[in-house]
């Protein structure tokens, strides 16, 4: 049974940053290009950054320059390092395959970006 757990958001100033984290689990994880999503209030989920088995990162626009997505395959984890942090990244924030996977789905992590 695949399981992506997400952790490391909160609350943070803007300027700020932080790093999420994405534990897979149940899943050959190191055959899977990655990706990390959003949802903001009343908006539609967006990737906002992938990466290959290979380990090359791809950006939205929105957060190219600030973001930084890396993984390690001996871990199964994949990261998201959030610096320059503006109140429009404020969303719940996703891990999953890319393309995404339907029922892969996890709980997602809170980031909230306000003074």
């Known amino acids: 049974q695949v399981q992506l757990v997400e952790s490391g958001g909160g609350l943070v100033q803007p300027g700020g940053s932080l790093r999420l984290s994405c534990a897979a689990s149940?899943?050959?994880?190191?055959?899977?290009?990655m990706g990390w999503y959003r949802r903001a209030p009343g908006q539609q989920r967006e990737l906002v950054a992938d990466i290959t088995t290979g380990g090359s990162p791809k950006y939205a626009d929105s957060v190219k320059g600030r973001f930084t997505i890396s993984r390690d395959n001996a871990k199964n984890t994949m990261y998201l390092q959030m610096s320059s942090l503006k109140p429009e990244d404020t969303a719940v924030y996703y891990c999953?395959?890319?393309?995404?996977?339907?029922?892969?789905w996890g709980q997602g992590t809170q980031v909230t970006v306000s003074s």
């Open positions: 149940g899943m050959s994880f190191r055959f899977r290009a």
């Open positions: 999953n395959t890319n393309p995404y996977t339907s029922y892969y």
